[in-house]
């Protein structure tokens, strides 16, 4: 089911592409389902993705565009998308 649910959480956040509240209270969840679904079809490379996101997160603390422009916005930077990629780490497993 983790390629529905990586889908749904994307659906989700594509519904309210402006909405800064809904893209915190989504962008986390739509991170843990990458990173599971990423770590179950190549566990090294989800990995990777999990210990990076502190480095993501501290880009998008220090203003680099990691692709909220246009139409969607993305979330702002948070322990809870840290730990949601570290949750999806160990999900995917």
Do not use: C, W
């Amino acid at each position: 089911m983790g390629l529905e649910d990586l889908y749904n959480a994307h659906r989700l956040r594509g519904l309210y592409p402006q909405d800064q509240l809904h893209q915190d209270l989504l962008g986390p969840e739509e991170h843990k389902q990458f990173v599971k679904e990423v770590t179950q079809q190549h566990p090294m490379l989800g990995l990777l993705l999990a210990a990076g996101a502190p480095l993501y997160t501290a880009l998008k603390i220090a203003g680099v565009n990691l692709g909220g422009t246009g139409e969607m916005k993305t979330s702002k930077p948070s322990l809870d998308e840290i730990f949601a990629a570290y949750q999806g780490f160990n999900e995917g497993r």
